[in-house]
């Protein structure tokens, strides 16, 4: 296969798999999924989706947010992890969304990255699914992936993010970011890793990859 062959059977089969996409964080408009992207570092969706009814019950816009003082947001958070550094960042983000963006979440990068504990994937993920703006958020599956494939080196996420936007079609990113998550969690994790389940890998992977995979496993059957 050519590399754009593999490109385009991976973009087919992701389709195929994920017609209709599930969105991973629970939410009802740009300042909800904004706190929980913020909560979801280095946690899981599904326990981060289990704390923020807890979080929305009490205040679901910046206004209700920082009338809560950092400790009793960082009670709530807690099971999330990293709580000391979140409760400061959304209640920090909170104040600045009512001071400068009249409690609003803005619709831009850069605006978004001057937020407190706001990063460029956080702002990424905000921009496509809150905004609908092209963008490509790097999250861990994403990056195995991307190498797993051979369409990146796997050095850094910041390299991953441009070569997924230099190979993908930019009218697709907003949804492949996300179809490329689902596959990474249900056929090609990290542990747990069943190669004859992964079609994609088995039919495209980087060659290194698939040898490494077959030392430890027994021989793939054809």
Same mark, same amino acid.
């Given at each position: 296969m050519t590399k754009q062959e593999k490109i385009e059977f991976t973009i087919k089969t992701l389709q195929e798999l994920y017609p209709k996409i599930p969105i991973p964080l629970d939410h009802k408009d740009p300042y909800t999924l904004l706190i929980a992207v913020l909560m979801s570092a280095q946690s899981t969706d599904v326990r981060v989706n289990q704390i923020t009814p807890l979080l929305f019950e009490r205040a679901d816009n910046p206004y209700a947010m920082i009338r809560l003082s950092v400790e009793e947001i960082r009670e709530i958070i807690k099971p999330v992890g990293l709580s000391p550094m979140k409760s400061k960042g959304i209640h920090g983000l909170s104040k600045i969304l009512i001071e400068k963006h009249n409690g609003e979440v803005p619709q831009s990068f850069e605006a978004l990255e001057e937020l407190p504990a706001v990063g460029h994937k956080t702002a990424s993920v905000v921009m496509s699914q809150a905004f609908g703006v092209p963008a490509f958020p790097v999250d861990? +599956?994403? +990056? =195995?992936?991307? !190498? =797993?494939? $051979?369409?990146? *080196? $796997?050095? *850094?996420?910041?390299?991953?993010?441009k070569d997924a936007k230099r190979l993908f079609p930019k009218e697709l990113w907003n949804d492949l970011h996300l179809q490329i998550i689902w596959y990474g969690r249900e056929y090609s994790p990290a542990r747990g890793w069943n190669l004859d389940k992964d079609i994609i890998t088995k039919t495209i992977g980087r060659k290194t990859v698939?040898?490494? !995979? *077959?030392?430890?496993?027994?021989?793939?059957?054809?």
């Open positions: 861990t +599956h994403i +990056h =195995r992936l991307m !190498y =797993r494939w $051979g369409f990146s *080196n $796997g050095k *850094n996420v910041t390299q991953t993010e698939l040898e490494e !995979y *077959n030392k430890t496993k027994k021989p793939i059957k054809k």
